[in-house]
Every structure is written in structure tokens, then in C-alpha cells.
């Protein structure tokens, strides 16, 4: 019922920046958080930043006041802005988003940083 769609991944230096974009194919109406987990090699999936429908955010210590999430209800996306980032940063990073009845997940988007 939902597909969502992630970019913006690639290939940084350590302190650079990258913004991965989500875009869901259809309307998300009610009660909804939307997110980005990260899964790195050996490690398990983690969440790394979720926004409410009303815009309250929380954030994983570890990217707290480097990473700011946001999100676009008209055009059913979400942002994550990444600064600073650190080679312990890199992973896949995953779209999610929750509702009342069901999680949708995207493909992933690949994020290295380089040191």
C-alpha cells in the first residue's frame, strides 16, 4: 500500500555532510511517525532519528546536534540532514514509517565516510 523511495546516500570524507531524502508513494494520514535507522556490518538495526505528524523529533545520543531530521507532510517525505559525519556513521540507512497498523520500510540508502 505504501513504497518509499531513499537517496542521497554516497561516498564522504569524515566531516562532510550528505541529506538522504525518503518519498512515500502515497498520502500518510493520521497518527504516523516517520523515521531513519541505520544498519551497519555486524551491528543491528538502530534508530538513528524519527519525527511525529505533529513535528516533534527525538534523536540517537550519537548523532544528537549533527543529524536533524525533518519532513514535507505535502509531499509525504522526509529529511535527514547529516553533518559531521564520522566513519562509525557509515551504514545503510533505512526509511520507516509507523503507523497504527503497519511498518513500511524502504530499500535502504548506502552511506560511507572515509577517513
Known amino acids: 500500500q505504501v513504497q518509499l523511495v531513499e537517496s542521497g546516500g554516497g561516498l564522504v570524507q569524515a566531516g562532510g555532510s550528505l541529506r538522504l531524502s525518503c518519498a512515500a508513494s502515497g498520502s500518510i494520514f493520521g497518527i504516523n511517525i516517520m523515521g531513519w535507522y541505520r544498519q551497519a556490518p555486524g551491528k543491528q538495526r538502530e534508530l538513528v532519528a524519527a519525527?511525529?505528524?505533529?513535528?516533534?523529533?527525538n534523536c540517537a545520543d550519537s548523532v544528537k546536534g549533527r543529524f536533524t531530521i525533518s519532513r514535507d507532510n505535502a509531499k509525504n517525505a522526509v529529511y535527514l540532514q547529516m553533518n559531521s559525519l564520522k566513519p562509525e556513521d557509515t551504514a545503510v540507512y533505512y526509511c520507516n514509517v509507523h503507523l497504527l497498523r503497519m511498518d513500511y520500510w524502504g530499500e535502504g540508502t548506502l552511506v560511507t565516510v572515509s577517513s
Open positions: 519525527i511525529t505528524s505533529g513535528g516533534s523529533t
